[in-house]
């Protein structure tokens, strides 16, 4: 079976121990512990997977040092995402944590707080607002393509028009949904569709 080494248990003890600066040094420990044996993952029999193995080392560095290994996951994540090099001196950790976009740093939210010395609290309002407009836009361009939809059904709008609904549509990529909802009575005109 395999072991991590004591020197690495003792050394994530006294990590994890340290008060200041600890949500770094702990997620750039396990970083570190982990790049260094992903590699090895086909020389570890014990192991299916590089999950499994990342898992295990998780779990036995915060049973020794009596910490929880959902906590050292996230420090390891912010760690992993936030680079050395890439990150902002003036911002918190937790702060980090909220920069992240599709396991990404999200610079543009980082310089914003940096920029407006943002607490955690605000940099999580900031986020709400914006999640709170993307919905809105999604919400108006929804009810416009459903009413686009709703005029290509009408038999008596010109060519021109269906031209240019279904060209919209297009442009948002809802080929397949239009494709399987506008049904012509004149297929001379559902031919012209889409060739422009």
């Known amino acids: 079976m395999f072991q991590l080494p004591d020197e690495a248990i003792a050394e994530g003890i006294e990590v994890f121990d340290s008060v200041e600066g600890s949500a770094w040094r702990a997620g750039d420990f396990l ?4 790049d260094e044996l992903e590699p090895m993952i086909d020389n570890i029999p014990d ?7 990342r898992s295990y080392v998780i779990r036995v560095i915060t049973d020794a040092a009596k910490t929880n290994p959902g906590t ?3 420090c390891e994540r912010v760690s992993r995402v936030w680079k050395p090099e890439n990150r902002r001196i003036e911002l ?4 980090h944590r909220l920069c992240i976009k599709n396991d990404e740093p999200d ?5 914003w707080a940096s920029e407006k010395e943002a607490t955690y609290r605000e940099v999580i309002a900031r986020k709400r607002e914006i999640k709170g ?7 108006k361009i929804k ?3 459903n009413n686009g939809y709703k005029a290509l ?3 008596d709008l010109p060519i021109e028009e269906r031209q240019l609904i279904y060209n919209f549509i297009v442009g948002l990529g809802d080929i397949e949904k239009l494709r399987n909802t506008i049904t012509w009575n004149e297929r001379t005109e559902d031919d012209t569709l889409g060739n422009s």
Not at 31 to 34: F, Q
Request: glycine content about 2%.
């Open 153 to 155: 059904g009408e038999n």
């Open 72 to 74: 050292a996951r996230q």
């Open 107 to 111: 610079f543009e939210m980082a310089d």
């Open 133 to 139: 407009l993307v919905a809105l836009w999604e919400m």
């Open 47 to 53: 192991f299916e997977d590089v999950q499994e193995l």
């Open 143 to 145: 009810n416009m393509v």
């Open 92 to 95: 918190s950790h937790s702060v």
């Open 31 to 34: 970083r570190e512990i982990l």
